[in-house]
């Protein structure tokens, strides 16, 4: 029941830290200090990866008939804006695909530490503020998603290569980033790294389970199942809540976390090292 308790707090903090663009990295590092699951090494690394199945169900679940390609109202019809859009999410995924994915191992052991994640924290949440002073006032070019060009669609690709690069940085937090540089407007450029999430988070959690198999013991699968149950139910609540929020709101609020967080993680880690 412990063990369950912890999957439980562990859903929560992945389903908070997907979608907001804090980084569930760092959160995932502090909380594996103080809550510490009793299972095998290789569960773990397998938990932490496929526990983001639940979250990208709920986006499944939110935006089904933005990301649906076809229209089965009076028959079966080929949405070629979706389309389209899946085409450009392709794109996006190329970088991550020809290089984070090869060189995974690599980067978690050069990158994933503490000191590092602190770091990575910081220094885009302070891209966060000096971009939004940067946008203000400005008006954004691209406010629909059928705006978003190839070109663009690459740019917003690499951001998220550099995510996969250095833990911390914020998947969706540097895809928001790279989009807000280009022009896109904030709901625009969420929705976005919602639909990129999708493959990107898929494909890394079927990586995962290909290469550690299937060999968990029966408790292993209910922490796991229990895990992504509530980083589903919790990611639709935060995904509703980011999306009302920006439509009124900037990023910002999000940066001076993220830096009072490195300086936390930082200090943490650079005390009990």
């Not at 076809?70 to 979706?82: A, M, N, R, S």
């Not at 954004?140 to 978003?148: G, K, M, V, Y």
């Not at 407007?185 to 494909?203: D, K, N």
Request: proline fraction near 4%.
């Amino acid at each position: 029941m412990t063990e369950i308790l912890k999957a439980v707090l562990f859903g929560i903090v992945q389903g908070i830290t997907e979608w907001l663009p804090i980084s569930s990295t760092g959160h995932m590092i502090l909380l594996n200090e103080f809550v510490i699951l009793d299972v095998s090494p290789e569960f773990w690394e397998a938990f932490l990866v496929m526990i983001q199945f639940g979250s990208i169900l709920a986006v499944v679940l939110l935006f089904w008939n933005k990301i649906f390609p076809f229209d089965l109202k009076g028959g079966p019809v080929i949405k070629k804006e979706t389309f389209s859009l899946w085409f450009k999410i392709a794109v996006a995924c190329i970088p991550a695909i020809l290089v984070g994915m090869p060189l995974d191992d690599v980067f978690n052991e050069l990158f994933y530490n503490g000191p590092c994640v602190a770091i990575a924290l910081a220094v885009f949440g302070v891209l966060f503020i000096l971009v939004e002073n940067r946008n203000r006032n400005k008006q954004p070019r691209i406010t629909d998603l059928s705006q978003i060009t190839y070109q663009m669609a690459l740019v917003i690709g690499i951001w998220q290569l550099i995510a996969a690069i250095f833990p911390g940085t914020s998947r969706s937090g540097a895809t928001i980033i790279g989009a807000l540089l280009l022009g896109i407007s904030r709901t625009v450029a969420a929705e976005f790294t919602f639909f990129l999430a999708i493959p990107v988070m898929f494909g890394a959690s079927l990586l995962k389970l290909l290469k550690l198999g299937l060999a968990f013991s029966s408790m292993e699968w209910m922490i796991l199942l229990v895990g992504m149950t509530v980083a589903f139910g919790v990611s639709v609540i935060v995904i509703r809540f980011l999306m009302g929020y920006i439509k009124k709101h900037d990023f910002k609020v999000f940066g001076w976390y993220r830096i009072v967080l490195g300086i936390v993680v930082l200090a943490y880690f650079g005390f009990f090292a």
